[in-house]
């Protein structure tokens, strides 16, 4: 596609659920970011992945988070044991070759 | 860790106001910085890309600067308009990408 694509656009669940996040980004692009975003605060980051391969994954808050890219395009974001905190618009975006990032629409995730 | 900081929270002016965002940064060992902006519940778009080596950038009304050694950009928007009213945000590369919490515009008609 022309952009990065974002899946579900809305996703409401409960509390404890499993959830995954997909993101499909600009094609050739090989970087790769997820951030989560609260209401009225900038982008938070979260994983960084070049390739195939997290570069930097520092922001993932604790171990229910995790991203994953195994052919080094398509990214999901999977988040086990969801809390109401979780609750948030979580962003991707890809990186061109000049370090110009596009974003998706981002994936709203309301946790009840 | 980099620290990113945008003044003022929001602004509000009349249609057809030159206007001026700031945005500072706490280590100068940056990669490049971006200018985006936010409509209400959608994604970031790309406004400006500065790189490192640069001093601004424009694109039609806009023209962002670039201060490295004193940690701050200045995206400058010249006669404003209605459809410019969103969040903007700057994002500064060091070895990640770093983001402001942004400036809230409304340019009223």
């Known amino acids: 596609g022309a952009g990065v694509s974002q899946t579900p656009s809305n996703k409401v669940t409960e509390k404890g659920k499993y959830v995954e996040l997909r993101c499909d980004p600009i094609?050739?692009?090989?970087?790769l970011y997820w951030y989560r975003q609260s209401l009225g605060q900038g982008p938070e980051f979260l994983i960084y992945?070049?390739?195939?391969?997290?570069?930097?994954d520092s922001g993932l808050p604790n171990d229910r988070f995790f991203a994953v890219r195994p052919e080094g395009s398509v990214s999901t974001l999977k988040i086990q044991r969801t809390e109401r905190g979780d609750s948030a618009v979580y962003l991707c975006?890809?990186?061109?070759?000049?370090?110009?990032?596009?974003f998706g629409e981002g994936s709203r995730l309301t946790v009840l | 860790k980099q620290e990113v900081t945008q003044i003022p929270a929001a602004l509000s002016v009349p249609e057809g106001e030159n206007l001026v965002l700031n945005c500072s940064f706490t280590?100068?060992?940056?990669?490049?910085l971006q200018w985006f902006r936010q409509d209400p519940g959608k994604g970031l778009t790309s406004l400006l890309l500065i790189q490192s080596s640069q001093r601004e950038q424009t694109s039609g009304r806009l023209n962002a600067s670039l201060d490295k050694s004193s940690g701050r950009s200045t995206l400058y928007i010249a006669a404003s308009q209605p459809g410019d009213s969103a969040t903007y945000l700057c994002?500064?590369?060091?070895?990640?990408?770093?983001f402001g919490t942004g400036t809230r515009l409304t340019v009223i008609p």
């Open positions: 992945f070049q390739g195939t391969g997290a570069a930097d």
């Open positions: 994002a500064v590369a060091t070895n990640n990408l770093f």
């Open positions: 280590d100068s060992a940056i990669y490049n």
């Open positions: 975006a890809s990186s061109s070759p000049t370090g110009e990032l596009f």
């Open positions: 094609s050739g692009h090989t970087a």
